[in-house]
């Protein structure tokens, strides 16, 4: 397997073989004969089609990267500036995010994008619990990150971290929407490279 | 048919609520019959950390008040302290405040417009709004340096002056934004499913509107032409011809109306301004401090002292903002800090009527009545 | 005459003083008389409530109300004063409806209660919050946390425990 990419190959099957094994299934071909995989496969190859080969990490972690849907999540000046790269200017649909979902349960990326209250913490963490696995979390601007310009203030958490892992951080005050797409393009590279299963510790 | 009493829970996390905004509604079937709003989940204690900053340190704060419309904020405060303090500014620093105000006010509502039709199901407006206020963004941006928390207004003047090719520009934008509009009305004004959604819903009658203390063009959807501007003229309003725009029927629809004629009207204002120009200082020099920096090349090259004391006073501060009467109610104890900074924001006080409006009305038009009021949580909670 | 001389000319027994703040006139009134004195001050075509603002000045309390008469287009400003132990003022909220979120508000944030509000409870912080964060003597050093009931409402306390997943490194 060449690193970073998918090897396309067409495919050499030994057809006279199948036939013969067919009741007992011992080795990989016949199984995948048995999922039904091998007529796929013959029938491409009488189309002169190609056939994939890779590995499900490859496959879930495209599958996963090339489609994200956020969840509404705007709480604060940020949001706007998360409005603002949804819409035509900077289009945010060029990563097929467009589709900001109104439910967590529909979703698989949170924007915390803004500033997090004491009083707004509960909800967030409740939010990103609601949310189905996969997950990821981008923390957008100084508040969200670190409690920025509100540091001192009685009523503000210091950063979403302390109640909800985060992959990536955004600078910025709000940042800009270029900041946001720039912040996907850095959780997708993350999430390219995450093994199966990572995410609920399958591979211990 | 009798049935039972609902409590409905809307929000805090709501797409249609402008931010981080609760509703607790009493429900009797379809029909609300008592709305409770709770808020707080944005207080970020900004009054106190007015407190606890020095004059200066506390503009940005203000920024993100109301981070839709961030430059009347900025004016707004430093209206205030300038009073307090008795800074004089020069005129061509008024004229580039007023300009960016307007220019400030025509984005506001443009994103309140988009995001009202948002809010009653039309995609369209927003993806047109934003496309406009995009490149108006670009002009605070090459004024400034920022897209929407903006720390460009100061005490005694302003940070920078005009960029190279700024007025062409905005001339331009502004051709374009004329045209735009009347897409914007072209789309919307005679709308079938908008006059239903928006005529008679959310009602209130001039006398409420005043007891409830709305302001802005919510108060001015009810055939009240009081606009701040021309109550207690600041700046250079009293020497500038535009009229309060304003409508009878009290209703929604009225409300987006005002917003669309106030955008015309901010249009007409930023002509004047543009063709009256002054040049000179833009920044006042010899008070408190304030000076030109010594040995600078240009004569507009000045620094703001990060630190001035005003004398011991109270003063209450107020403008005409996007939403409403923006007040700054500052006290100070004659040190480099304020002793008090309480904001009277729009949104917060027009938000009060809401309960009002919306009783007996449907969800529905809780959200048409809620997107024509034109909230921000951040000016909200504070 | 300005506004606020007309109002010690009607009442002349509640307004303590007159003086300017800053430009606008400015009358400090009776604390018991406040109610009294708005109703004038609202006759007198002062409609508009703009804002009240609580203070703390370590040893009293002052609660400001800026009006503005749309037609006269003038400002009058009351002033209340009140002791530190026990500051309780007169709700406007029987005139103003505008004034009920505006009370709630300084009593959340400054901690001065209103007599005759009809739901005076915080605002802005959730029930249960300790102290009131505009007072000069509020602890800002101990960090309040808040988490969801059963019910759904806030639960405030001062340990984190169940919202926090690592040590909160505070002020």
Request: proline share 5%.
């Amino acid at each position: 397997m060449e690193k970073g990419g998918i090897r396309l190959d067409p495919v050499t099957i030994d057809t006279t073989k199948i036939k013969t094994i067919k009741r007992r299934p011992v080795t990989a071909i016949d199984k995948l004969e048995d999922t039904g995989m091998i007529s796929t496969i013959l029938a491409a190859r009488e189309r002169e089609g190609l056939i994939l080969f890779s590995t499900i990490d490859q496959v879930f972690n495209w599958a996963r990267l090339s489609s994200l849907w956020p969840v509404t999540s705007g709480l604060a000046c940020c949001a706007i500036e998360m409005m603002a790269t949804a819409m035509a200017h900077h289009d945010i649909a060029r990563f097929g995010m467009e589709i900001f979902r109104a439910s967590p349960r529909q979703a698989d990326l949170m924007f915390v994008a803004g500033t997090v209250t004491k009083r707004m913490a509960p909800r967030v963490k409740k939010l990103y619990e609601m949310m189905a696995e996969p997950k990821w979390v981008i923390a957008v601007g100084a508040c969200a990150s670190t409690g920025g310009p509100y540091h001192e203030s009685y009523s503000v958490l210091k950063g979403v971290d302390n109640i909800i892992p985060v992959d990536v951080y955004v600078p910025g005050c709000p940042p800009r929407p270029e900041a946001f797409l720039y912040a996907v393009i850095q959780l997708r590279e993350k999430i390219k490279n995450e093994g199966y299963g990572a995410k609920w510790g399958l591979n211990k | 048919m009798e049935t039972d009493e609902l409590i409905l829970n809307m929000g805090p996390v709501h797409p249609s609520t402008h931010g981080v905004l609760r509703f607790r509604l009493r429900m009797d079937g379809e029909i609300i019959k008592n709305c409770e709003i709770v808020m707080g989940y944005l207080h970020r204690g900004t009054e106190k950390l007015g407190e606890m900053k020095t004059y200066l340190q506390f503009i940005p704060y203000t920024d993100r008040l109301d981070y839709i419309s961030a430059m009347p904020n900025n004016y707004a405060y430093v209206k205030a302290v300038e009073e307090l303090a008795g800074i004089e500014v020069p005129q061509r620093a008024e004229y580039i405040r007023v300009m960016i105000m307007e220019l400030n006010r025509i984005v506001n509502h443009i994103v309140s417009i988009g995001s009202l039709l948002m809010d009653l199901g039309a995609a369209t407006m927003i993806m047109w709004g934003f496309r406009e206020r995009e490149t108006a963004l670009q002009l605070f941006e090459q004024l400034c340096g920022a897209r929407m928390t903006f720390n460009y207004i100061k005490p005694g003047g302003v940070r920078e002056d005009l960029p190279e090719g700024f007025i062409p520009k905005l001339r331009e934008w502004m051709k374009d934004m004329e045209k735009r509009l009347v897409d914007y009305e072209q789309l919307i004004n005679d709308n079938e499913i908008f006059h239903m959604r928006m005529k008679d819903i959310g009602t209130i009658s001039a006398q409420e509107a005043i007891n409830y203390g709305l302001t802005g063009p919510s108060l001015r959807g009810s055939g009240v032409d009081y606009d701040m501007r021309k109550i207690e003229p600041y700046s250079i309003y009293p020497d500038i011809d535009f009229k309060a725009c304003t409508r009878p029927e009290g209703d929604s629809y009225a409300r987006y109306i005002v917003r669309i004629d106030e955008i015309k009207e901010s249009l007409q204002i930023l002509r004047q301004v543009i063709d009256s120009m002054p040049e000179g200082k833009i920044v006042s020099n010899a008070k408190y401090g304030i000076a030109p920096m010594t040995g600078s090349p240009s004569s507009v090259m000045t620094y703001f002292p990060r630190i001035f004391t005003p004398h011991a006073g109270e003063v209450y501060s107020r403008i005409e903002a996007p939403k409403g009467e923006l007040g700054f109610y500052i006290v100070s104890d004659g040190t480099t800090k304020p002793y008090r900074v309480k904001i009277r924001s729009p949104s917060f006080c027009n938000l009060t009527a809401i309960p009002k409006m919306v009783q007996g009305l449907r969800i529905p038009d809780l959200i048409a009545a809620f997107g024509t009021i034109d909230v921000v949580l951040g000016d909200v909670d504070r | 005459m300005n506004a606020a001389e007309e109002l010690k000319n009607a009442l002349p027994n509640s307004v303590v003083s007159i003086s300017f703040q800053l430009d606008k006139p400015l009358a400090i009134i009776k604390k018991e008389d406040i109610l009294k004195a708005a109703t004038i001050a609202r006759d007198m075509g002062f409609v508009h409530l703009s804002v009240i603002t609580g203070i703390d000045y370590c040893d009293r309390y002052e609660v400001v109300y800026n009006f503005l008469s749309y037609v006269r287009k003038q400002n009058l400003v009351l002033k209340v004063i009140l002791d530190h132990n026990n500051p309780v003022v007169d709700s406007l909220t029987s005139i103003w409806k505008g004034a009920d979120w505006l009370e709630r508000e300084t009593y959340d944030l400054v901690g001065i209660k209103f007599s005759g509000h009809p739901d005076l409870k915080r605002i802005l912080l959730p029930e249960g919050w300790a102290g009131h964060p505009l007072q000069k003597d509020y602890d800002m050093k101990t960090e309040q946390f808040v988490t969801i009931g059963d019910d759904g409402e806030d639960i405030v306390s001062t340990d984190g425990s169940n919202l926090l997943r690592r040590k909160y490194h505070g002020n």
